[in-house]
C-alpha cells in the first residue's frame, strides 16, 4: 500500500496520430475492514506530438506523473538478478 505500480502503451491510428496511455495500479484498504483491494485507473490518455524517441516518451511520462501527483508513489520494478 502507498505505491502505484504502471502500464504504459503507444500506438498510432490510420493518420498516423500517436497517442500514450498510463494506467495506475495500487492497493487500497477497504473502508472500515482489513480488506484490501486491487485499484486501477487511466491515468492519462495523451496525444503524443513529437517522435517516440526514449528521451521524449520517458520527459512526457514524468510530466504526466507530476501532473497527477502520484510521481513519488510510483514504484521501479526489480528483477531477482539486480
Known amino acids: 500500500m502507498g505505491c502505484v ?3 504504459v502503451d503507444t500506438w ?3 493518420s498516423y496520430n500517436s497517442y500514450l496511455a498510463v494506467t495506475a495500479h ?3 484498504q477497504v473502508d472500515g475492514t ?3 483491494q486491487l485499484k ?3 491515468i492519462a490518455f495523451y496525444c503524443l506530438e513529437q517522435g517516440h524517441t526514449g528521451t521524449m516518451l520517458a ?3 514524468m510530466h504526466l506523473l507530476d ?3 502520484i510521481t513519488l508513489k510510483v514504484r521501479q520494478r526489480h528483477s531477482s538478478g539486480d
Open 5 to 7: 505500480s504502471l502500464t
Open 12 to 14: 498510432s491510428d490510420q
Open 26 to 28: 495500487w492497493v487500497a
Open 34 to 36: 482489513s480488506a484490501l
Open 40 to 42: 486501477t485507473a487511466l
Open 59 to 61: 520527459a512526457t511520462l
Open 67 to 69: 501532473t497527477a501527483s
